[in-house]
């Protein structure tokens, strides 16, 4: 018998008071890596928000490594192995990097602080610097470092290259790569078309809370009858 995907995501369902936001989503993450697109306010954060165990589902079921999280908190999904890079990159203003990672720093595992600091070398020169101190960019990595300290088995994503310049759009791409090639099933939300459709193999599209199209990520950039239907935009 086949065995699970890493992250199955069976008939979903969430909403927030009389708000019903997602429907029945039905979704599975495993060795390629997977984008969620869709216009804003579809519901890609609310399904990222549901993994994370940061909103309350009333129905379906989320199962990592065939373990269901449904009822587990946050911290126990962190430690079942889920990274979570959120959008806007939520670096505390008053902390400086090394505290950042000192935080989540683990006693074993492919990711340390040493290796953090080989694969940005900009952290490291940043070390002593607060969180608000750093540009944008800086603080993306150090958001994307600081959950991959986790060492996680599945990293999630909200839009990570929002409002950062195209050089460092590219360096976040190619660090989504990395750790995709490294084994570390990767969920990435994007609004960035031409970021999500070099970084991941896969897409799926949401509309309305549903998925209403899952296809690889080099059949959409050919596709622009279903860009312009569901994201409203094109590649340039
Ligand atoms: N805490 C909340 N309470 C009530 N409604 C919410 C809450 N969070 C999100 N929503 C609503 O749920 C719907 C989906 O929002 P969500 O943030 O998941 O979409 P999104 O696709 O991530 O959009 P964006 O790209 O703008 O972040 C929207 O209509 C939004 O207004």
Redesign the pocket.
Known sequence: MASDPLLRITGLNLS??S?H?LHDVTLDVDARPLGIL??????????C?AILGL?PHFSGSIRLGGIELTGLTPERRARLGIGYVP?GRRIFRSLSVEEHLAIMAQKDGDWNVERVYETFPRLKERRRNLGDRLSGGEQQMLAIARALLLNPRLLVL??PTEGLAPAIVSDVVALVRQVAREGIAVLM?E?NLHAALSAVEDVAI?VG?QIVERMPARALAEDTATQKRHLALELA
């Open positions: 927030y008071g708000s936001v869709g216009r804003n306010g579809m519901g890609k954060t609310s399904l928000n909103a959008q909200d839009e939300v609004q949401m809370g």
